[in-house]
């Protein structure tokens, strides 16, 4: 794992933006599958991203994207289904062609062949490129939360409470917090190419340390990026707190500057 240590949410954001950048220039016209995260991690992510295009003619008109997940029963256009919320926060700012920016149908009829379809959507686009994900103080990653197998592909997940309390703050009170979700399982997740996972805050400092350094275990489901040969975690100071080896990740990072210049 690279684990890279930002002095802030800004920083952080930039090089995540970088990592995009590199993976939508490499495959230009061919065109860059991007799985993107909803939440609060990545926003400054996708703000930097939709700087880059306006600013600097960043462009995703070849791009497709995958969401990791989508709450069930909440129709495309609810205000905090992942569907709009992505396109109010990214796509919607970007020339990425609407409709090649799929999620999970949280409406559908049978969400259990509505996963196995999704799953497969994302085999016959060529898979994830590049993957930007979040942290659960919990450790989960998309809704793969706590027990969740490491062989798992996209299927329906239950919420833990402390999720639904953590993502109450969106919604107006947390009984409003749908408690069943599509998400893409911890397999689904580990074929992308490249992850990159963004993590800022002190609320987040037990659970970066538990999936970059704690043991391989269900109990972390994040920890499972241990095992991909290309995972980058790029943390702020708050969250890189409870980091046994933080002085050798900056060391490296250093020497990595040094090199570069
Ligand atoms: C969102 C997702 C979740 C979040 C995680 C962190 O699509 O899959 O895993 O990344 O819950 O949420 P925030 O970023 O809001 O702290």
């Given at each position: 794992?690279?684990?890279?240590?930002?002095?802030?949410?800004?920083?952080?954001?930039?090089?995540?933006?970088?990592?995009?950048?590199?993976?939508?220039?490499?495959?230009?016209?061919?065109?860059?599958?991007?799985?993107?995260?909803?939440?609060?991690?990545?926003?400054?992510?996708?703000?930097?991203?939709?700087?880059?295009?306006?600013?600097?003619?960043?462009?995703?008109?070849?791009?497709?994207?995958?969401?990791?997940?989508?709450?069930?029963?909440?129709?495309a256009d609810h205000e905090q289904s992942y569907h709009r919320f992505i396109?109010?926060?990214?796509?919607?700012?970007?020339?990425?062609?609407?409709?090649?920016?799929?999620?999970?149908?949280?409406?559908?009829?049978?969400?259990?062949?509505?996963?196995?379809?999704?799953?497969?959507?994302?085999?016959?686009?060529?898979?994830?490129?590049?993957?930007?994900?979040?942290?659960?103080?919990?450790?989960?990653?998309?809704?793969?939360?706590?027990?969740?197998?490491?062989?798992?592909?996209?299927?329906?997940?239950?919420?833990?409470?402390?999720?639904?309390?953590?993502?109450?703050?969106?919604?107006?009170?947390?009984?409003?917090?749908?408690?069943?979700?599509?998400?893409?399982?911890?397999?689904?997740?580990?074929?992308?190419?490249?992850?990159?996972?963004?993590?800022?805050?002190?609320?987040?400092?037990?659970?970066?340390?538990?999936?970059?350094?704690?043991?391989?275990?269900?109990?972390?489901?994040?920890?499972?990026?241990?095992?991909?040969?290309?995972?980058?975690?790029?943390?702020?100071?708050?969250?890189?707190?409870?980091?046994?080896?933080?002085?050798?990740?900056?060391?490296?990072?250093?020497?990595?500057?040094?090199?570069?210049?």
């Open positions: 794992m690279e684990i890279i240590i930002a002095k802030d949410a800004e920083q952080a954001a930039a090089v995540v933006a970088d990592r995009f950048e590199e993976v939508l220039r490499e495959r230009g016209e061919d065109g860059a599958v991007l799985g993107l995260a909803t939440g609060s991690s990545p926003v400054l992510t996708y703000r930097e991203l939709i700087a880059r295009h306006r600013e600097q003619g960043l462009s995703f008109a070849h791009a497709r994207a995958f969401l990791l997940d989508e709450y069930i029963g909440l129709s396109r109010d926060t990214f796509t919607g700012h970007v020339d990425m062609p609407d409709e090649l920016v799929l999620s999970p149908d949280g409406e559908a009829s049978d969400p259990r062949a509505e996963a196995v379809r999704y799953d497969a959507s994302i085999g016959e686009a060529g898979g994830v490129d590049i993957q930007i994900l979040g942290i659960g103080a919990n450790g989960h990653i998309g809704f793969n939360e706590p027990s969740s197998s490491f062989g798992s592909r996209t299927r329906v997940k239950t919420l833990t409470e402390q999720t639904v309390r953590d993502n109450a703050r969106f919604f107006s009170s947390s009984d409003e917090v749908p408690i069943h979700v599509l998400t893409q399982g911890l397999a689904t997740i580990r074929e992308a190419r490249r992850i990159v996972l963004i993590a800022t805050g002190a609320g987040k400092a037990q659970a970066v340390r538990d999936m970059a350094e704690g043991p391989v275990s269900a109990a972390c489901p994040a920890s499972i990026l241990q095992m991909h040969p290309a995972v980058t975690v790029v943390v702020d100071e708050a969250a890189a707190r409870d980091l046994t080896h933080a002085d050798y990740y900056r060391f490296i990072q250093s020497q990595k500057d040094r090199l570069a210049s």
